[in-house]
């Protein structure tokens, strides 16, 4: 079964880091976009970075400068490194990619930043 297992989140401070980790079962993650979502309390969710398959990189306005989408082909892995959190970065992260016609989406992993 084609799965993403998104981990990494915590509670942090105002300028701390954190990085995601989305990890991929049942098919190559590199031939693939790999997409980072987040979704606050009362918000709908939103798209804050991408990786295509040729390795380019998209990020919202809101995190560029501050965060940085990857992958580690062998470990079949992508992650979001986010350094200078702030309190409004806070919300559940989501990672995502269309496998041939199918959405999939990794299960959410909370990220809270104090001030």
């Known amino acids: 079964e084609v799965q993403l297992q998104a981990s990494g989140g915590g509670l942090v401070q105002a300028g701390d880091s954190l990085r995601l980790s989305c990890a991929a079962s049942r098919f190559r993650f590199r031939d693939y976009n790999g997409d980072w979502f987040r979704q606050a309390p009362g918000k709908e969710r939103e798209l804050v970075a991408r990786?295509?398959?040729?390795?380019?990189?998209q990020y919202s306005d809101s995190v560029k400068g501050r965060f940085t989408i990857s992958r580690d082909n062998a470990k079949n892995t992508m992650y979001l490194q986010m350094n200078s959190l702030q309190p409004e970065d806070t919300a559940v992260y989501y990672c995502?990619?269309?496998?041939?016609?199918?959405?999939?989406w990794g299960q959410g992993t909370l990220v809270t930043v104090s001030s």
């Open positions: 990786i295509t398959r040729s390795g380019g990189t």
């Open positions: 995502y990619t269309r496998y041939l016609i199918s959405p999939y």
